[in-house]
């Protein structure tokens, strides 16, 4: 068990990391951990952190036939305050649970439950499934506020198909509080879903857009709604 272990200063804290693995295996093509063990990892985020933390990248072996059984991340935190990148000011609580699907491929859950933006406060949920095989997202919710944004997708490497959806209302007042820069006060509601799929060579894609109670100081009008359907490929 390794304690008290730091990344970049300040931009990357752990309490505590513990590691089960088969020694022998790590000397072969088939390196096995039985468990990975990260407590309250803490994460600032800034421009000037990243700047001084530098990662040296090594190709992956499709013959390192790597194992993960078990992959558990509690007590994490993050905080993002880079005025520079022209993002609102974030901050959440998550944890992390992971389980070993089979060679090169690893199960995901991870959780926000105390997700705020901006004064608005909200959770995050996202399974996912990463291996050679296919790389997806899945039961993906965001709720923020009033707003709320389902999603999934996924996308297949070999062949290049590609599965994505993603829906919800999104709460105009509130989120235009999350752009950058000075802008016009908007409000009202819209509900929308879209749709993306087959191959990164030939996408499809489809969105349906509702909006109600629409108004914003820019434009001298009364709330009205908005009706939006496109197909394309």
């Known amino acids: 068990m390794a304690r008290n272990l730091a990344w970049g200063g300040d931009l990357l804290r752990v309490r505590s990391l513990e590691a089960r693995l088969d020694w022998m295996s790590l000397l072969g093509r088939h390196p096995h951990v039985y468990r990975v063990s990260i407590d309250a990892p ?4 800034s421009a000037q952190r990243l700047a001084g933390f530098h990662l040296r990248r090594h190709p992956d072996s499709p013959d390192l036939q790597w194992r993960v059984d078990r992959l558990d991340l509690q007590g994490g ?18 944890w992390i649970r992971g389980t070993g699907q089979g060679p090169r491929s690893l199960h995901l859950e991870l959780e926000a439950p105390a997700l705020v933006i901006e004064a608005l406060r909200g959770d995050l949920r996202l399974g996912a499934d990463l291996g050679d095989a296919t790389l997806a997202a899945r039961q993906g919710l965001l709720r923020l506020g009033s707003s709320q944004i389902r999603f999934h997708g996924a996308f297949a490497p070999t ?20 752009l950058p820069g000075r802008h016009p006060a908007a409000a009202g509601s819209v509900t929308f879903s879209a749709a993306l799929g087959g191959t990164l060579d030939h996408p499809t894609w489809g969105l349906d857009l509702r909006g109600s109670e629409l108004r914003t100081d820019a434009l001298p009008m009364q709330p009205g709604t908005l009706a939006l359907t496109a197909r394309g490929t």
């Open 42 to 45: 803490r994460i600032l985020l």
């Open 77 to 94: 935190s993050i905080a993002v305050q880079e005025p520079a990148w022209g993002l609102p000011s974030a901050q959440a609580a998550f």
């Open 159 to 178: 062949s290049q198909a590609l599965d994505a959806a993603v829906s919800g209302r999104v709460d105009l007042a509130e989120g235009t509080r999350l």
